[in-house]
């Protein structure tokens, strides 16, 4: 292709800024850069390129604003084409091109899904209160590490979509999320503890396995808090009173199907501050302190205590984003 450069940038420098209209497109010769998007004033990393890969590659070809930024985190070397100039002698391009469009048309649609899940948290963020709380970054943050977590796996076993090696999903997750609010060990480990991910083997060979039923699950019950604007983070003592209700309940039988339901027999007081746990449910539409009543079925019982204790494991490890 005529017109192509040898360009030479220093670390930290910007080659493509978001938004912006330029056509050009980059191919690493020396080096790495970071595609990252500008989400709430944080650089949330998309991906990492190194020598051989190609960046700037869909406003080449469609002229349309860039759709994320490109800095160089690495001295750099890298061949510019540009695409105004170009246009005319795509046709004219070399067999050995096909090999190259398949993967440029394979990063447009892994960068589109991953844009994709920072505009869904822009939409969410929006239906929020206009201050930000621990508890709306702990939903917020939690469903994008999930949105992604499921774009990842999937990236890494496309064929299957079953098993991965843990390692390298962890390290692509760890790449990929950039600084996180979430403590990435600590949402692994509860994804284990809750049945959304099960690993197997040793040592390098260990693998992942992902059950996209389950996290999708828990997808909905993040979304409802969202919509509802109440991002519930009960106390320990209240998941507790939660737990002691879904024994009770089940060691009858029972499903509840059409609440309030009184709970005749039920006795709580062996439970260390119940009164306090009555007080937050009763305020939260759970339970009904005076009438004894359970609120919700049994469906919405067991979903707010997994999805509590999961909520919960990250109220004391919220990570600070310059």
Not at 75 to 99: C, H, Q, R, Y
Not at 200 to 211: C, H, L, P, R, W
Not at 272 to 292: C, H, R, T, W
């Amino acid at each position: 292709m005529a017109n192509n450069k040898l360009m030479k940038y220093e670390t930290g420098e910007i080659l493509i800024k978001e938004n912006d209209m330029s056509r050009k497109m980059f191919i690493i010769k020396k080096g790495k850069v970071r595609v990252y998007k500008t989400y709430f004033d944080r650089k949330v990393t998309l991906a990492v390129l190194g020598a051989g890969e190609i960046f700037g590659e869909l406003s080449f070809f469609d002229a349309e604003p860039r759709s994320a930024s490109v800095e160089a985190v690495t001295p750099l070397e890298v061949v510019v084409f540009d695409g105004n100039e170009a246009k005319s002698e795509i046709e004219k391009l070399p067999g050995w091109v096909t090999s190259v469009f398949k993967s440029v048309f394979y990063r447009f649609r892994e960068l589109d899904n991953k844009i994709t899940v920072l505009q869904s948290m822009h939409d969410f963020q929006k239906n929020t209160q206009s201050r930000d709380t621990p508890s709306q970054t702990i939903y917020v943050e939690l469903l994008r590490l999930n949105k992604l977590f499921e774009i990842v796996f999937k990236d890494l076993d496309w064929q299957t979509h079953s098993h991965v090696n843990y390692k390298q999903l962890y390290k692509k997750m760890e790449e990929l999320s950039g600084k996180n609010y979430l403590n990435l060990r600590v949402y692994f480990r509860v994804l284990g503890e809750h049945n959304m991910l099960k690993t197997q083997g040793s040592g390098e060979d260990v693998t992942a396995e992902i059950f996209f039923e389950r996290l999708n699950q828990m997808n909905d019950y993040l979304n409802s808090e969202i919509d509802k604007g109440r991002f519930l983070i009960l106390s320990h003592t209240s998941v507790a009173f939660l737990r002691a209700l879904i024994g009770w309940v089940d060691s009858r039988g029972k499903s509840i199907k059409r609440p309030p339901v009184m709970l005749d027999g039920f006795s709580y007081d062996h439970i260390p501050l119940y009164k306090e746990a009555l007080v937050e449910l009763s305020k939260n539409g759970i339970f009904d302190q005076k009438e004894s009543n359970l609120l919700i079925t049994s469906e919405e019982l067991h979903d707010h205590y997994i999805y509590q204790s999961i909520v919960k494991a990250f109220d004391h490890t919220i990570m600070h984003i310059d």
